[in-house]
């Protein structure tokens, strides 16, 4: 029990009474498991003086076959090794349960062995001077005493013992490496011991280095290393690019060899091995904090048919579903990185990491590629020019056949679609090759659409075009009046069957402008006789036309109308591209019943 007696000059003396014990580990390889004696006999112990000076007492009580000046005091059952330069009272607040068993009248217990440094030495020496069986042993044996003894894990660390580890690990067999990776994972559960190996990079450098290994335990052992290496802390990442990078120098190989390399399957299939080697590529490119690093990473996996490797794998039907999960991982992260997709799949980084220049960087594979794939300008239903818009058009591309605004099914979405707010008319006149558009075709090649760029000639283009224009509107009203002298009745009947096919109201695609491509941009007043005109408007059946001469220029005649106006009436001198657009509108119509129309007629 613990007292207090009376030194003579009035200071209290603390005495503690223990239950001592000693252990025979002169030679870690051949431990006692149980110290001695079995009935532990009692000793006090002044609670003031340093422990170092109360040890040969005791180790004379126990007649320890131990080096007195090798001995040192460790608690039972914690643990904890005493400081013999310190007293018990220097020590209270690490052993608070030591104390409390005194404070409910118990006998706490110390063990009376050697000294850490001295043990740790002899394990050295054992490692470096033993070989074959004995060495075996050794080995097989090391895994158990830093499991035993968790306070050799720091004392290992600090005395090279990573190094003496990776040493004898590199002139020995697959058998004795594999027990010393036991070792080393038994050491990296102590955050003594991981620290260690994060501090000593030729120890990641040699577990990459057995990922080339032959045995497959040995392959496995290293991977799983690794996979606790990185996920440890997110700083461990780019420690081991820094030691694949040294290893691929060394060897004159390419960075992440090893790894690819059993992707491959070169040594047989496994999918475990498979499983934890893309989730080794998975955690480290989760944990990096830059793009350089990201890219750095993939680039070097591309580079050697990564691609290729993750496209066999999830193409195989017998594929794992933990490997299929990382592959389809390792596939998103990229994707996520070049911008490919807003959000990656669970399990991976969530957000994309930040460019260390202002245009970003790209993967290897994308660039390759050809970087996000841009669709190209090709020739739509109308010529090259129906797919060019100015700069006020909310449509820059072609369209595709699947394109709403692109179906024949819809006349004023064809027509409407050809038009911008660019400054000049496109050049490109050249007869279309015949095709299911050729009627689309030539309506355009009428009115062409708008160009983006501008052209040296537009002026004097545009003043012929218009002229052309007029022409047309003046014989189309003259063919009108002709038909209303003759007192054909019978349009309206013709306009009824119309709308019953299905064919849009005329004077739907006048009064009401469907929403296009590129939007009305008022330049003129409408006028009043077009008003009329448009709301007069009725359709009717058309009359088939001879097909054209393929010499001359294929030639097409207005349908008969019922108009309510003049020619007088209609007023040209502030018709703008508002009006070309609405006239489009009746044209488009035309030709989706199959009525090609006509060219201008030449002037006089």
Request: proline content about 10%; glycine content about 8%; some cysteine.
């Amino acid at each position: 029990m613990a007292g207090e007696e009376d030194r003579g000059d009035g200071d209290p003396v603390s005495v503690v009474t223990v239950r001592v014990q000693y252990l025979e580990d002169t030679d870690p390889f051949a431990c006692a498991n149980f110290p001695e004696p079995r009935r532990a006999p009692t000793c006090s112990l002044d609670g003031a003086l340093p422990l170092g000076a109360q040890i040969p007492a005791l180790h004379r009580l126990l007649a320890a076959p131990l080096k007195l000046e090798d001995c040192a005091l460790q608690v039972s059952p914690s643990g904890y090794y005493l400081d013999p330069e310190l007293s018990l009272e220097e020590q209270r607040e690490m052993l608070e349960s030591f104390y409390e068993e005194i404070s409910k009248g118990r006998k706490p217990t110390l063990i009376l062995r050697t000294q850490l440094s001295v043990r740790v030495n002899a394990i050295l020496e054992k490692l470096y001077g033993s070989s074959g069986p004995e060495l075996r042993r050794s080995l097989f044996s090391l895994k158990q005493i830093f499991q035993e003894d968790k306070d050799l894990v720091p004392e290992f660390v600090h005395s090279e013992g990573l190094s003496c580890l990776i040493r004898v690990g590199a002139a020995a067999d697959h058998n004795y490496q594999s027990y010393i990776l036991r070792a080393l994972g038994q050491l990296m559960l102590f955050v003594d011991g991981m620290l260690g190996v994060v501090a000593h990079s030729e120890t990641v450098q040699w577990l990459y280095t057995l990922c080339a290994s032959v045995s497959r335990l040995v392959v496995k052992t290293a991977l799983k290393l690794l996979l606790v290496f990185v996920e440890y802390s997110e700083s461990n990442a780019p420690l081991l690019i820094r030691a694949v990078n040294s290893v691929a120098s060394s060897t004159g190989s390419l960075p992440w060899a090893n790894l690819v390399s059993i992707l491959e399957e070169k040594n047989g299939a496994d999918p475990e091995l498979l499983v934890y080697t893309v989730t080794l590529i998975n955690k480290t490119l989760a944990a990096l904090p830059d793009q350089d690093s990201f890219y750095d990473v993939t680039d070097a996996l591309e580079q050697q048919g990564m691609e290729a490797l993750v496209q066999r794998h999830l193409g195989a039907s017998g594929t794992d579903f933990d490997l299929r999960t990382q592959l389809v991982l390792y596939e998103n992260a990229l994707r996520l990185e070049d911008g490919d997709i807003e959000e990656a799949a669970a399990g991976g980084r969530r957000e994309r990491r930040k460019p260390s220049s202002e245009e970003g960087k790209r993967s290897r594979r994308s660039l390759e590629g050809g970087g996000c794939p841009v669709r190209p300008s090709e020739p739509g239903p109308a010529g090259p020019a129906a797919g060019r818009t100015g700069p006020a058009s909310p449509r820059t591309g072609p369209l595709s056949p699947g394109d709403p605004a692109s179906s024949p099914g819809d006349p004023s979405s064809v027509v409407i679609s050809t038009y911008s707010a660019g400054p000049a008319l496109s050049t490109s006149l050249a007869p279309k090759p015949a095709g299911p558009a050729s009627g689309l075709c030539t309506s355009v090649n009428l009115f062409p659409a708008i160009s983006v760029g501008p052209s040296a000639d537009s002026s004097s283009e545009r003043s012929v075009y218009k002229a052309r224009f007029l022409e047309n509107v003046a014989a189309a009203e003259t063919e009108k009046q002709a038909a209303l002298a003759q007192g054909r009745a019978e349009t309206l009947a013709g306009a009824m069957a119309d709308e019953a096919d299905g064919h849009p109201d005329t004077r739907e695609l006048w009064g009401s402008p469907e929403p296009g491509p590129a939007p009305r941009t008022p330049q003129s007043p409408v006028p009043r006789g077009l008003l009329r005109a448009q709301r007069s408007l009725e359709p009717e059946p058309k009359v088939p036309l001879a097909p054209p001469s393929p010499k001359a220029e294929p030639i097409q005649e207005f349908p008969i109308r019922v108009p309510k106006l003049c020619i007088g009436d209609l007023d040209f001198s502030d018709l703008g591209e508002d009006e070309d657009e609405d006239m489009l509108n009746v044209e488009a119509v035309e030709v989706v019943k199959g009525v090609p129309p006509p060219p201008p007629p030449l002037p006089a």
